[in-house]
Each structure stands twice: as structure tokens, then as C-alpha cells.
Nanobody, 122 residues
Framework: QVQLEESGGGLVQAGGSLRLSCAASGRIFNRYVMAWFRQAPGKEREFVAR????????YYADSVKGRFTISRDNAKNTVFLQMNSLKPEDTAVYYC???????????????WGQGTQVTISS
């Protein structure tokens, strides 16, 4: 497992941008699939985006496709989520997660950060 810590959340107006970061500790970070999930109040945790360890394969939820970009810097053990054209429905706690599998299912991610709050005002 790796230890993960998110940062970069905050309050922005609709149409604005935020960049989330997730710092990982562990020697084999560059062999993990990294993903972002989010959970809004009263809703289940949902997949947002994931990136292969090689950074050559990314996948997004339909709700964020074209607005969010996931990237990683293996030399710095960090994964990013650039969020543009933010909408009020993007409001949630955003979690960084790591898995050995190229999947979008939360239960197959075995390392999680504590989450960072993103709030979009209308």
C-alpha cells in the first residue's frame, strides 16, 4: 500500500477552476494505477478519473469528460486533477486512491487519502 494525501480543494464559483494534488509515499508509486473519486452529501462515492502508471492511459467519468484532466508525475510521487468549467454539481469531497488494477470500481482500490472538500457556488 501507499499513503496518500490530497490538497488543493476549496470554494470557487461556477465556471472556475481548481487543481487537486495527491502526494504519495512509497517506493513503488510508479506501479500503481491512480484515481480520483468523489462523494457528495447523501450520495455514494463515485469514480471521477483514473490514470495508468505509465501515464499513457487515462479514463474519465462521462460527467467530467472534457472538463477534468488527470495527470501524474512519478518522479515526484504525485497525481493531479485539473478541474475546469466547474459546476455546482461537482461539489463533493474528492479522494485520491491507488490500485494495482486498471479499474474504476472503488472496492478494488486499497489505498485512500483523507479527502479534500471542493465546493462550487452558483
Amino acid at each position: 500500500q501507499v499513503q496518500l494525501e490530497e490538497s488543493g480543494g476549496g470554494l470557487v464559483q461556477a465556471g472556475g477552476s481548481l487543481r487537486l494534488s495527491c502526494a504519495a509515499s512509497g517506493r513503488i508509486f510508479n506501479r500503481y494505477v491512480m484515481a480520483w473519486f468523489r462523494q457528495a452529501p447523501g450520495k455514494e462515492r463515485e469514480f471521477v478519473a483514473r490514470i495508468h502508471w505509465s501515464a499513457e492511459d487515462t479514463y474519465y467519468a462521462d460527467s467530467v469528460k472534457g472538463r477534468f484532466t488527470i495527470s501524474r508525475d512519478n518522479a515526484k510521487n504525485t497525481v493531479f486533477l485539473q478541474m475546469n468549467s466547474l459546476k455546482p454539481e461537482d461539489t463533493a469531497v474528492y479522494y485520491c486512491a491507488a490500485s494495482q488494477y486498471l479499474v474504476t470500481t472503488a472496492r478494488l482500490y486499497n489505498s485512500w487519502g483523507q479527502g479534500t472538500q471542493v465546493t462550487i457556488s452558483s
